[in-house]
């Protein structure tokens, strides 16, 4: 026999097959996963676009330099459902920041899941006092987006998702190459940022704000003989002597000519005449010497201070609104528009925050023993919220006859200044002294990012239905597999 046709020639060709058919796979296997790490194709098949990311986000993620880390603060067991769509959302669009973030060659941004309930310590060094938090960080700059900033809520129910907007404006934060710069005003009694004080101090205020990428410093209107340009921001927190002629006039020049921000924080005290009243009107604003009274128990809290449900609608109480937060603080003036005020078209005012309907004004509070409403002297709010106003934002507004937009002034005038101070900087004070920093110095520039629809599914089936669907995903399905065996099993015999 010749070797050709020999068993032991069979063999070898057989096993040559077999090595050269591995070889192959092994080739096409290998080359098949260098083209996919080298060029990748992916495609968003979701109605919503949800996997994708905006050209605009895409635009300013190509730019990026700094490599920044988003840290995933979020219940890994969600105690209810609302949490866990919540963290499914969250851990969606972070995959893509992920993945848009390696377009570059290098890594920039990059994820981390914290359980703070575990790695106290980390969570610590973040700065993350509870759950549900997302982090952004890059080198010392930290940036908070909380699940309140991912939705748009209306009638209590999630009508869009703004993670995208909430995402790339906290990236841009944490990357931004110049600081915006808050003065804080001194020489006039106020709550100094660099006491630690619990009642007197902002040292709290302070370092939340370093943390979210501010620049801190204090300036002496009486001392300085301008503001500095770089003022994105002038803090006047609970002033009790008056400011001074010359100082009144920087402060209503910045703020008019100088399309100037200002945050005043007027809380009631001895002395009624702060020499603020021009620059209070020229913003069509007034802040009285009222005292706030409010005879509802049930808005007050055990210590006696007065709790504020009702808030105007506006980007800066968009959240309280949506998610029913509160505020609440000790004595309170109140700070109304300005009823005299000649019409302005470029003046837009807004009472954010109100006391109940059963509040009123107290003017007499000094001299009085008692404090009982007086038909004749004392003001009474309207059933319309915000009823009896306490916090008053006014915003020059580009004026009607002119096609581009004018960047104009905004006086932030607030009738309390110990929701500011260490003692009280929590919870919904924290978020509204925090928002309303962030507008006035237009800290999330306006993204054009759209927000996505939340899509939601339901089904409903009669127990009728219900039956006959279990009856034929449990009996029909697995019986004509069966009866499918049956048959290919009876061809085979016969």
């Known amino acids: ?51 994708s990311l905006s050209a605009e986000t895409r635009s300013y993620l190509d730019q990026l330099r700094d490599p920044v880390q988003i840290v995933v603060a979020y219940d890994a067991q969600p105690e209810n459902e609302e949490d866990a769509q919540a963290r499914r959302d969250v851990s969606s669009l972070v995959r893509e920041y992920v993945y848009a973030g390696r377009s570059s060659g290098r890594p920039l ?89 619990a009642d007197r101090g902002l040292s709290q205020l302070r370092d939340e704000l370093r943390a979210r990428n501010y620049d801190i410093d204090v300036l002496d209107l009486a001392k300085a ?31 008019a000519a100088q399309a100037g921000r200002i945050l005043l924080a007027l809380e009631p005290s001895n002395n009624p005449n702060l020499g603020l009243d021009q620059l209070l009107l020229d913003w069509g604003v007034r ?35 949506e998610n029913q937060i509160t505020i609440m603080s000790g004595m309170v003036r109140v700070v109304r528009p300005e009823p005299n005020r000649a019409p302005d078209a470029t003046l837009k005012i807004v009472s954010l925050v109100g006391a109940s309907p059963n509040a009123w004004g107290e003017r007499t509070w000094r001299h009085a023993s008692t404090t009982t409403y007086d038909f004749g002297s004392d003001l009474k709010g309207t059933a319309n919220a915000p009823s009896l106003p306490v916090v008053v934002v006014s915003e020059r507004a580009t004026a009607a006859n002119l096609p581009f937009s004018v960047r104009g002034g905004r006086l932030l005038t607030f009738g309390m200044a110990d929701i500011f101070s260490n003692s009280r900087l929590d919870g919904g004070n924290l978020v509204l002294v925090r928002n309303a920093i962030d507008w006035a110095t237009e800290r999330d520039a306006q993204l054009n990012i ?44 016969s």
Request: proline fraction near 5%; glycine fraction near 6%; aromatic fraction near 10%.
């Open 109 to 197: 941004i990059t994820s981390e899941e914290l359980d703070v309930y575990r790695d106290t310590r980390r969570a610590a060094a973040l700065g993350i006092a509870g759950r549900n938090v997302v982090v952004f960080v890059s080198g010392d700059r930290r940036r908070y987006v909380s699940r309140g900033d991912l939705y748009q809520i209306e009638d209590g129910q999630k009508r869009a998702f703004l993670g995208e907007r909430a995402f790339t404006a906290a990236i841009l934060d944490v990357t931004a190459a110049a600081k915006q710069k808050l003065y804080f005003l001194t020489g006039h009694g106020e709550l100094e940022p660099g006491s630690v004080a």
């Open 287 to 321: 802040a009285e010497d009222v005292l706030l009274v409010e005879p509802n128990e049930q808005n007050r809290s055990e210590s006696g201070d007065i709790i504020f449900r009702h808030f105007a609608v506006h980007p800066l109480t968009k959240i309280f609104v």
């Open 225 to 255: 003989r301008r503001i500095p340009d770089d003022t994105a921001l002038l803090l006047s927190i609970g002033p009790r002597t008056p400011f001074l002629p010359e100082e009144q006039d920087r402060l209503r020049e910045f703020a």
């Open 450 to 493: 759209p927000p996505r629809p939340v899509a939601k599914f339901q089904l409903a089936l009669s127990q009728t239905e219900l039956a006959k669907l279990r009856l034929g995903l449990l009996l029909v399905v697995p019986g004509a597999v069966a009866l499918l065996g049956l048959f290919v099993y009876w061809s085979r015999r």
């Open 1 to 51: 026999m010749h070797w050709p046709d020999s068993f032991q020639a069979n063999r070898r060709l057989r096993t040559a097959n077999l090595v050269l058919q591995a070889i192959l796979f092994l080739t096409l296997f290998g080359g098949i996963n260098f083209l996919a790490l080298r060029y990748t194709w992916r495609f968003d098949l979701t109605r919503n676009r949800f996997f």
